[in-house]
């Protein structure tokens, strides 16, 4: 199993659609790239993201980075949908080199590459959110989510 952090927007859409993606076996959504331990203290510098665990057989670096370019606007600098502010700004981050490099890879590739602003960074810090905010969207399908419903229902079964 390998694990990533994607970061998208507000948590509880990117949660939702990720769930669903075939070969992710496990999500939590957090704040990454922080520099406290706890969801009480105010705004440090974290991107809302969400963990991705997933089985490295099924789905590759290159296609999470697919799955992620679906849901956000690549070129918006703190802002998805209605959300606005650092911690609304899109990236992946990684305890692994090797998946910093296919995704920098990813978007290098990319004929549009140069005006694209997610990040690519190691990741430093993870601080799970509180469980109101875990599987929102399940337990609220109403509350607000920059990500278009039938986009959100891609990969639901």
């Given at each position: 199993?390998?694990?990533?952090?994607?970061?998208?927007?507000?948590?509880w859409g990117?949660?939702?659609?990720?769930?669903?993606?075939?070969?992710?076996?496990?999500?939590?959504?957090?704040?990454?790239n922080g520099k406290s331990h706890s969801t009480t203290e105010p705004y440090d510098g974290y991107a809302e993201s969400v963990r991705i665990q997933f089985d490295e057989t099924l789905l590759t670096i290159h296609e999470l980075m697919t799955e992620l370019f679906d849901?956000?606007?690549?070129?918006?600098?703190?802002?998805?949908?209605?959300d606005t502010g650092k911690k609304y700004r899109t990236g992946i981050y990684s305890q692994h080199s090797e998946?910093?490099?296919?995704?920098?890879?990813?978007i290098n590739s990319r004929t549009d590459s140069q005006r694209i602003v997610v990040e690519v960074l190691p990741l430093s810090n993870f601080?799970?959110?509180?469980?109101?905010?875990q599987d929102?969207?399940?337990r609220c399908p109403d509350d607000y989510c920059h990500i278009d419903e039938q986009l959100l229902n891609k990969h639901k079964r």
């Amino acid at each position: 199993m390998q694990e990533v952090f994607l970061a998208g927007g507000c948590v509880w859409g990117v949660q939702e659609y990720c769930r669903h993606i075939p070969g992710v076996i496990h999500t939590r959504a957090g704040r990454a790239n922080g520099k406290s331990h706890s969801t009480t203290e105010p705004y440090d510098g974290y991107a809302e993201s969400v963990r991705i665990q997933f089985d490295e057989t099924l789905l590759t670096i290159h296609e999470l980075m697919t799955e992620l370019f679906d849901i956000i606007d690549p070129y918006s600098v703190n802002r998805q949908g209605d959300d606005t502010g650092k911690k609304y700004r899109t990236g992946i981050y990684s305890q692994h080199s090797e998946h910093l490099t296919l995704a920098r890879a990813f978007i290098n590739s990319r004929t549009d590459s140069q005006r694209i602003v997610v990040e690519v960074l190691p990741l430093s810090n993870f601080v799970e959110s509180d469980l109101e905010h875990q599987d929102r969207l399940q337990r609220c399908p109403d509350d607000y989510c920059h990500i278009d419903e039938q986009l959100l229902n891609k990969h639901k079964r």
